[in-house]
């Protein structure tokens, strides 16, 4: 048995025993209220979701098992998803344990390589992704068990094993659609030597030869991989995990959510946006012509994108990490400039205007800037890394919910008539 597994075996159970409890117990306890803003407000701030993996507090940020997420931005990503499924970082000996099963599933069925070489050529990179997950399906332990009979107490043990054998394909599947949409089309073999995040950025078969760009990759496959259970893509997922639907429906359902341009996709728009202020201007623009540049884009009816969030009320501290990484890497590019300098100018204007309630930039406002560097310069593939990213958040959290034992996500809806009957509207 994996030390993973066995770890698990340890806590989980134990800790389902005591929610149990705990639910049992303070069942009719009162912890808020609804307003009509908030039901008609995408449902902000209502405090009805059970997370354990990772919580984002508005005035700090991503925070995982108590741990800022700044202060574990050199752990690699499969160190990540030990500590979000148990809590704290594996040792060495539990690390290469983890990473050792991983390569042991990396094998992808070539049914999945045949469909992505058959849909239209000018598929989203997004949808070849999402589709790859959801074809696999068949492959699914957890499907197979349950058809077959098993008790709720192993549910998550087969979902785990999907998770270990989705995670393991990943980057694989993101690489070769990269190659396919952007390269030569040739797969490149894995490494079974390098880590998960270094291998993805090998099979990409972008240059890397001082190793900053699998650095830099690491650093982002790690900021990205949770962030509470209340976003877009981990919502729809524990919606659709909670019926019991395998891991590869609730992934690709839940990236699917990902794939929008008000989530994962705004990472594309935000390389987009600096690109034409310094097409627009030559250049790296001003800071007078960017301020400039902001207006029009707010006054032609358009977001900024990379700015504002659902939650957030600070400058995102993974938008700090990348934007550390490009002073390092690569102080002089002049992309990674403007947007240095847009953070500058940005927050400033969107201030001034009263209904933003966060005028400070999110995680997608610093990371594409760093693969345009690499030569990844392909925007509409970013959201595939976020993506590849996200599974482990989403994995760790269908994986404990199964362990808990949650039940089917079944809020109540009401017609807008009755909202109004209801305050005498
Ligand atoms: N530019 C212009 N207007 C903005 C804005 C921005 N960056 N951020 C918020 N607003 C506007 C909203 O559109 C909204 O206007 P309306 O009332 O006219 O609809 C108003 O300010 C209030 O919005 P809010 O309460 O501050 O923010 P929301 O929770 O409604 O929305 C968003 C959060 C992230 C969707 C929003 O800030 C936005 O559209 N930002 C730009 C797109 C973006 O960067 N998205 C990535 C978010 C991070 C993420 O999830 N990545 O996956």
């Known amino acids: 048995m994996s030390l993973l597994k066995e770890k698990l075996q340890q806590i989980l159970p134990a800790q389902a025993e005591d929610l149990k409890n705990f639910a049992k117990e303070y069942g009719e306890k009162v912890i808020g209220e609804v307003t009509i803003g908030q039901a008609f407000g995408g449902m902000r701030g209502i405090k009805g979701l059970v997370c354990d993996t990772s919580e984002v507090p508005a005035d700090k940020g991503l925070i995982i098992r108590g741990t800022p997420i700044s202060e574990i931005t050199d752990k690699l990503p499969e160190e990540i998803f030990w500590l979000l499924l148990t809590g704290t970082l594996p040792n060495a000996e539990e690390l290469a344990d983890l990473q050792s099963d991983l390569k042991s599933r990396e094998d992808v069925p070539q049914y999945v390589w045949d469909v992505i070489d058959t849909m239209p050529a000018d598929s989203h990179p997004m949808t070849l992704f999402n589709t790859s997950l959801l074809i696999m399906q068949r492959e699914s332990k957890f499907a197979k068990a349950y058809s077959d ?49 270094t291998n993805y950025v090998k099979m990409l078969g972008l240059e890397d030869s001082k190793g900053d760009f699998s650095k830099v990759m690491n650093l982002y496959l790690t900021c990205l991989s949770d962030h509470e259970g209340g976003n877009v893509s981990s919502f729809a997922a524990s919606t659709i995990g909670s019926a019991l639907s395998d891991l590869y429906y609730t992934l690709s359902g839940g990236l699917n959510g990902l794939a929008g341009p008000l989530h994962g996709l705004a990472v594309q728009e935000c390389l987009k946006w600096i690109l034409e202020t310094m097409e627009k201007f030559g250049g790296t623009p001003s800071l007078e012509e960017l301020e400039k540049f902001t207006w029009d884009t707010l006054n032609s009816g358009q977001v900024v994108p990379g700015y504002g969030h659902a939650v957030l009320r600070v400058t995102d501290p993974r938008f700090t990490a990348f934007l550390e990484a490009g002073r390092k890497y690569c102080p002089e590019d002049p992309v990674f ?89």
Not at 168 to 184: C, E, G, Q, T
Not at 189 to 197: L, M, N, P, S
Not at 381 to 391: A, Q
Not at 404 to 422: Q, V
Request: proline content about 5%; some cysteine.
């Open 337 to 425: 400039q403007t947007v240095d300098k847009v953070f500058e100018v940005v927050p400033k204007v969107l201030q001034t205007i009263s209904k933003i309630n966060n005028p400070w930039p999110n995680v997608d406002a610093s990371s594409g800037c760093l693969f345009y560097h690499y030569g990844l310069k392909e925007f509409d593939y970013y959201t595939v890394i976020f993506s590849v990213s996200r599974v482990l958040g989403i994995s760790a959290q269908t994986i404990i919910n199964r362990a808990y034992g949650m039940p089917l996500t079944r809020p109540k809806s009401m017609p807008s008539a009755k909202f109004k009957k209801e305050v005498g509207a």
């Open 149 to 197: 009979g098993i008790k709720k107490s192993e549910y998550w043990a087969y979902t785990l094993e999907d998770a270990l054998d989705i995670i393991a394909k990943v980057p694989s599947i993101a690489a070769y659609i990269y190659r396919k949409k952007y390269a030569d089309g040739k797969r490149i073999a894995t490494d079974k030597t390098a880590d998960w995040g």
